[in-house]
């Protein structure tokens, strides 16, 4: 009531401890500590105190345990602590291999790792293991976008095109991906040593008085000076 119909958060906090505290086994303390977890992670931002509540919670083994340990790994790389968010991620993987949420950890353990500097390789491993054991999931476009894109971060660039043009078959928002391949051919076109070539030359000759603009008129043309150029405009 405090919660919910009141919007006394506080108050509310305070009784579902109270009952927490004084009966520990009962059946209605696994759904207050639910709440709290939530109450602490929405209102008070407290995502550390939610993670508690959260562990005692997947302690009492209740039918939702894989939901409830995934929660506990989002909570995790929500505070930025990534190593512990790969850990619980992966123990969702490993104690709870029947649950559907099993893809979501292991998409979220790639994304863990792919935000540790060094851990790209690792990261790729752990997107491509989620493309292997769930070809037909709609995280499988997701996951080879975030792999397109360390490819093109470690400049594997033409390799990192061909597995967004994969990503774009299934991915919800398929622009997105269509940019990031129009950009990187983009940089790929200014990148090529032809093209980079040609522009130092440019400048060299620029830079030598060599390369001059092209005549405006036919006396220029010809060889003669822009005050020629003029008189024979004025005339004219």
Request: glycine share 4%.
């Given at each position: 009531?405090?919660?919910?119909?009141?919007?006394?958060?506080?108050?509310?906090?305070?009784?579902?401890?109270?009952?927490?505290?004084?009966?520990?086994?009962?059946?209605?303390?696994?759904?207050?500590?639910?709440?709290?977890?939530?109450?602490?992670?929405?209102?008070?931002?407290?995502?550390?105190?939610?993670?508690?509540?959260?562990?005692?919670?997947?302690?009492?083994?209740?039918?939702?345990?894989?939901?409830?340990?995934?929660?506990?790994?989002?909570?995790?790389?929500?505070?930025?602590?990534?190593?512990?968010?790969?850990?619980?991620?992966?123990?969702?993987?490993?104690?709870?291999?029947?649950?559907?949420?099993?893809?979501?950890?292991?998409?979220?353990?790639?994304?863990?790792?792919?935000?540790?500097?060094?851990?790209?390789?690792?990261?790729?491993?752990?997107?491509?293991?989620?493309?292997?054991?769930?070809?037909?999931?709609?995280?499988?476009p997701h996951a080879l976008?975030?792999?397109?894109?360390?490819?093109?971060?470690?400049?594997?660039?033409?390799?990192?095109?061909?597995?967004?043009?994969?990503?774009?078959?299934?991915?919800?928002?398929?622009?997105?991906?269509?940019?990031?391949?129009?950009?990187?051919?983009?940089?790929?076109?200014?990148?090529?040593?032809?093209?980079?070539?040609?522009?130092?030359?440019?400048e060299r000759q620029k830079?030598?008085?060599?390369?001059?603009?092209?005549?405006?008129?036919?006396?220029?043309?010809?060889?003669?000076?822009?005050e020629e150029a003029a008189?024979?405009?004025?005339?004219?």
């Amino acid at each position: 009531m405090y919660y919910l119909e009141l919007r006394d958060p506080p108050r509310a906090v305070e009784i579902y401890r109270e009952l927490i505290q004084s009966f520990p086994d009962a059946p209605e303390t696994l759904t207050a500590r639910l709440q709290l977890a939530q109450i602490l992670r929405v209102h008070y931002r407290d995502l550390r105190g939610a993670i508690s509540e959260l562990a005692a919670a997947i302690a009492q083994n209740p039918p939702q345990s894989a939901e409830l340990k995934y929660e506990v790994a989002k909570l995790y790389f929500e505070l930025s602590d990534f190593q512990q968010c790969e850990l619980e991620a992966d123990a969702v993987v490993q104690k709870y291999g029947a649950s559907a949420y099993v893809e979501r950890a292991l998409f979220l353990k790639a994304q863990a790792l792919e935000m540790v500097e060094g851990k790209h390789a690792e990261a790729t491993c752990a997107f491509q293991d989620l493309i292997d054991r769930f070809p037909h999931s709609e995280l499988q476009p997701h996951a080879l976008f975030e792999i397109g894109k360390m490819r093109a971060e470690a400049g594997e660039l033409e390799s990192a095109i061909e597995i967004w043009v994969r990503a774009l078959k299934n991915h919800p928002d398929p622009e997105v991906v269509q940019s990031a391949i129009s950009r990187l051919r983009k940089r790929i076109e200014a990148t090529t040593p032809a093209r980079v070539g040609l522009a130092a030359l440019k400048e060299r000759q620029k830079a030598k008085g060599l390369l001059r603009p092209a005549p405006r008129t036919s006396i220029e043309a010809a060889g003669g000076s822009a005050e020629e150029a003029a008189r024979d405009r004025g005339e004219r």
